[in-house]
């Protein structure tokens, strides 16, 4: 069996995919700026001290799993600006960028050569990358950087297929967490059983959507 890499696994949504991947049998990879006691509480491995955004964690943390097959790299970690119309400043935008689009792009691209034949990939996304589901402005980095996620996202899909490798991006609902203040319609790991449910459902057929949790295909 290969392993099961999450990003951003110190909190919120990552911690609980994490455990719950833990709680099926996967061998789960939790990779974090800094781990926290709920997560050493798992007994998972811990990468700890990955700022996905640096250029030397992505090649560090490829050869970190050198030796390794990849079954799952789910792409968790991500931030949030307020970016009103007012506020908005290019250096929250280029940051949101680096993190929420960059970085997955990145970091897949050196894990590639690890992701064995059937191994899955999901970019957690939100539907505020959604052009056509905006509904309500405002968020202009947050928006702007899970849209290219989306579109980093559907090539993927497309350059990973060959592999046999497929690709999901998914939206995990509202989700009362830190980067929500602790708002939301739902709690993690009702987000978190949702998430892997659909990461189950995915197949290379069905590579490169872009999926609600709850199953709803949402518009791009
Ligand atoms: N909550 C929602 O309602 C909602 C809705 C739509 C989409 N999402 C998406 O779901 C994902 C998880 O969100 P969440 O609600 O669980 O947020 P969260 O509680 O704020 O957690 C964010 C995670 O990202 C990590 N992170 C931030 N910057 C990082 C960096 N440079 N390198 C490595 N890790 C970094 C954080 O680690 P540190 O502790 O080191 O900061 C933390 O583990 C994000 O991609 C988010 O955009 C959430």
Not at 85 to 90: H, K, S
């Amino acid at each position: 069996m290969g392993i099961s890499i999450v990003t951003g696994a110190n909190r919120g949504i990552g911690l609980e995919l994490a455990r719950q991947l833990q709680a099926r049998g996967a061998t789960v990879v939790a990779v974090c700026r800094r781990n926290s006691p709920a997560l050493d509480a798992l007994g998972v491995r811990v990468e700890t001290g990955v700022d996905v955004t640096e250029p030397a964690a992505w090649s560090g943390l490829a050869e970190r799993f050198a030796n390794e097959e990849i079954d799952l790299l789910i792409h968790n970690a991500g931030m949030l600006a307020g970016d009103s119309f007012d506020d908005v400043g290019p250096e929250a935008v280029r940051a949101q960028f680096e993190l929420n689009a960059v970085a997955p792009l990145f970091l897949t691209k050196a894990l590639a050569p690890r992701l064995r034949k059937g191994a899955k990939v999901a970019l957690i996304t939100s539907r505020m990358g959604s052009i056509g589901d905006n509904g309500s402005g405002r968020y202009y980095g947050y928006r702007m950087s899970k849209a290219a996620l989306n579109a980093a996202g559907a090539s993927l899909a497309h350059d990973l297929a060959p592999r046999g490798v497929a690709v999901v991006m998914l939206h995990p609902g509202s989700v009362r967490t830190e980067m929500t203040g602790g708002h939301g319609a739902i709690e993690a790991d009702e987000s978190a059983r949702g998430l892997l449910q659909r990461i189950d459902e995915l197949r290379l057929e069905t590579t490169g959507r872009f999926l609600h949790q709850n199953g709803e295909v949402l518009p791009w």
